[in-house]
């Protein structure tokens, strides 16, 4: 082989990565442009803040950052954080468990003494699961507990609101309050809450009907609603008066509309709990002569039976494809009871700064208040959210992280969750897995996405100060089809 020969081979070897480097700079910097000026020209974004970080899913390398280090009202995306944290610390088969006990003595089919309810966070009861311990408490015989039912809700601390939690979101459902003892109507799992339906009476002028779920006179309904005229339209309000459990429904339901469906916040879940106990005890032919009290479970009570809830991979899914608040600050005082010994949110956001680090995530730029991101006052950068979803790609229980994100454009609440109704052109459609987040003022959306040229990158995009913030999911869906372009 000539000597000129083996010096074109090395200019042609020297050529293939400059030239690859070229096209791929290219293709960045096209990108860059496009988002520059999407940000810049929007005029939704006229007066708000967006930070927007993009980072390669290999390397880890920041490819993009407007305002990545600015630190912005994250949202619902302070989840993500959570998650990995509570995955990091309990484990993905960690379950929460539920034990009942009794302080008395059985005699002739009848028990004498206190049936004591002892939840430990499980946010997934349902009446199912307390009509599965009723038949559990049958089978030992007993038809009568001459004696109270105690709900025992002290794994936690009596704090049932999270710090900035604003007193409008007390009734909703994502703002149901928080204790060690709760119950959900359905498998949602949204905890310390019911569900109410709405339905047209089969005559004009008559009153709608209402259905509960679960099925329970923990709650006072009062119905000041009508059933109005087929061409009418639907205005109907289901609101819970506060400190109390009266629900008053108003407005009008057209006569053939569709029911009106909505979920309530219950005031005081610990003793909802204990109320459906009683209720399924009663329905299996169980008697109880007392009360329903709170308290702690003596020392010399003994252990009738244990219920576990599902693990925690299996719980992430309704968590965060639904972004559940209820969950995620169960989830903070878990830790901290785990951790710390007080299932408090004091010692949850201790443990979650701690936890930060060993993901490269550096708390000193961040103020973290809560565990599900309804706080105003949260503040993180959009480059250290990436940096989250980067280092976190290397654990062994991301295969539960990542199936726990919404899909875009994905059929059903278990696979789509928060994006099943955004991002469904073919370009975007399946190819992101996201966390997505709401509050007044703030939309955001962080997570992983696949681009045409088959190149996973990691995003955050957050955007603060809106006006409206359903203009500002536009804004984050044009933001990933130009990313998803790449």
Do not use: C
Not at 49 to 70: F, L, M, N, T
Not at 178 to 194: E, M, R
Not at 409 to 419: C, I, R, V
């Amino acid at each position: 082989m000539s000597k000129r020969f083996k010096y074109y081979i090395l200019i042609l070897i020297l050529m293939i990565p400059s030239s690859i480097k070229v096209n791929a700079m290219y293709s960045h910097e096209k990108m860059v442009q496009q988002m520059d000026q999407l940000i810049n020209n929007e005029p939704a974004l006229k007066g708000a803040i967006a930070g927007v970080s993009i980072r390669s899913a290999e390397d880890g390398k920041i490819i993009y950052s407007h305002q990545g280090d600015v630190r912005l009202r994250p949202a619902s995306n302070m989840k993500l954080l959570t998650a990995a944290a509570a995955l990091h610390i309990l484990g993905e088969d960690y379950t929460f468990t539920t034990e009942i006990y009794t302080d008395g003595a059985l005699k002739k089919k009848t028990l004498n003494g206190n049936l004591y309810l002892k939840g430990k966070g499980d946010p997934t009861l349902l009446k199912s699961d307390f009509d599965q311990i009723a038949v559990e408490i049958k089978k030992h015989g007993i038809k009568k507990i001459n004696g109270n039912i105690v709900g025992d809700d002290t794994w936690y601390d009596g704090v049932r609101y999270s710090l900035d939690l604003p007193w409008s979101d007390e009734t909703t459902h994502y703002g149901a309050q928080i204790s060690a003892l709760t119950a959900s109507p359905t498998q949602d799992f949204d905890a310390g809450s019911v569900k109410v339906v709405v339905q047209p009476a089969t005559k004009k002028g008559d009153k709608p009907i209402i259905k509960l779920t679960p099925k329970t006179n923990y709650l006072k309904i009062v119905n000041h609603a009508v059933t109005g005229a087929e061409e009418g339209k639907k205005n109907i309000t289901v609101e819970r008066v506060h400190a109390k459990n009266a629900i008053t429904i108003k407005g009008t339901i057209p006569i053939k509309a569709k029911p009106e469906q909505d979920w309530i916040g219950v005031w005081d879940p610990t003793k909802y709990a204990m109320s459906l106990l009683k209720q399924s005890l009663t329905e299996h032919g169980i008697q109880v002569t007392g009360k329903l009290k709170t308290g702690m479970v003596p020392d010399t009570a003994k252990m009738f039976t244990t219920y576990h809830s599902i693990p925690l991979s299996e719980l992430m899914v309704p968590f965060m494809k639904l972004s559940n608040n209820v969950h995620a600050e169960i989830l903070m005082k878990e830790m901290g009871k785990v951790v710390k010994g007080k299932g408090s949110w004091e010692n949850g956001l201790k443990v979650l700064n701690s936890e930060l680090v060993k993901f490269g995530v550096n708390p000193k730029t961040m103020v973290l208040r809560d565990g599900s991101g309804v706080s105003h006052v949260n503040l993180i950068p959009a480059n250290q959210l990436t940096q989250l979803l980067f280092a976190v790609q290397k654990e062994k229980w991301f295969s539960s992280y990542l199936q726990s994100l919404p899909v875009a454009g994905a059929p059903g609440k278990m696979e789509g969750g928060t994006l099943r109704n955004r991002l469904k052109d073919p370009l975007v459609r399946g190819r992101v897995k996201a966390k997505t987040g709401t509050i007044s003022t703030v939309s955001s959306i962080s997570g992983y996405i696949k681009t045409k040229s088959g190149q996973t990158l990691i995003f955050s995009i957050l955007l603060n100060n809106l006006l409206e913030d359903t203009k500002g999911k536009k804004v984050e869906d044009r933001i990933l089809t130009i990313i998803a372009n790449q």
